[in-house]
């Protein structure tokens, strides 16, 4: 399943796992990290790394992430 969220205003320059604690879920460092390397968290469809400052109008999207 594919969940999609862009991003508003509050949240510009805020560093993807900041975001993703504050917005989906509290989960540790570790797993969100595996998941982005797994390609399962994605920004514009590109992989990237957990210190990625979003900007406006980027779309994360999770595919299949069960925690």
């Known amino acids: 399943m594919k969940k999609i969220y862009t991003i508003k205003d509050d949240y510009l320059k805020t560093r993807l796992d900041r975001?993703?604690?504050k917005n989906i879920s509290e989960v540790p460092q570790s797993l969100?990290?595996?998941n982005l390397r797994k390609g399962k968290i994605k920004?514009?469809?590109k992989k990237i790394k957990s210190s990625y400052k979003l900007k406006e109008k980027d779309e994360i999207t999770l595919y299949n992430i069960t925690f």
Request: net charge positive; glycine share 0%.
């Open 43 to 45: 920004v514009n469809n």
């Open 19 to 21: 975001w993703f604690k």
């Open 32 to 34: 969100i990290e595996k």
